[in-house]
């Protein structure tokens, strides 16, 4: 079972918040995981944008970076390719997405991917409708869906 981890659900292993214990199990569940190579940019990005909102302290920022580092070596990463960019550029103008969102669609379609995981409402609704399996990591909701907004 191939699981495609977006950048949402990564950071749920590595600050608390809802649906972190879901991320856990999902995480653990999966045959293999695999993510776009861009979820390494919107990883980092978001560790650091936490400790200047001071979510994270400076020594729970640097234990973030070094287990979000352990995390992605664990991942198999989808190279952006030009084909990817312009496969997720017409899933951009198709499903509304933004931009990082499309080509994380864009790569779990490419690899055939079996259950996408996100906390992004919109970027699982765009992927059931073209046929993949959604696992969100919300913990009040039945099935993994997202909750209503």
Do not use: K, N
Not at 47 to 54: D, F, P, W
Not at 72 to 93: M, N
Request: glycine fraction near 6%.
């Amino acid at each position: 079972m191939i699981t495609y981890i977006d950048t949402s659900t990564l950071l749920r292993l590595l600050i608390e918040e809802a649906g972190s214990d879901r991320a856990g199990t999902i995480w653990d569940a999966a045959d293999e995981l695999v993510s776009a190579a861009l979820i390494v940019v919107e990883g980092r990005a978001a560790l650091a944008a936490a400790r200047r909102g001071s979510r994270l302290t400076a020594r729970q920022h640097r234990r973030a970076r070094e287990e979000f580092d352990a995390l992605v070596e664990q991942l198999s990463l989808v190279e952006i390719t030009e084909d990817l960019i312009l496969d997720a550029a017409e899933l951009a103008e198709l499903h509304g997405r933004q931009g990082y969102d499309a080509v994380h669609l864009a790569a779990a379609i490419s690899v055939e991917t079996t259950i996408l995981t996100s906390a992004d409402a919109a970027l699982c609704e765009a992927a059931t409708s073209r046929g993949l399996h959604v696992a969100g990591p919300w913990t009040s909701c039945p099935h993994g869906a997202p909750p209503a907004r």
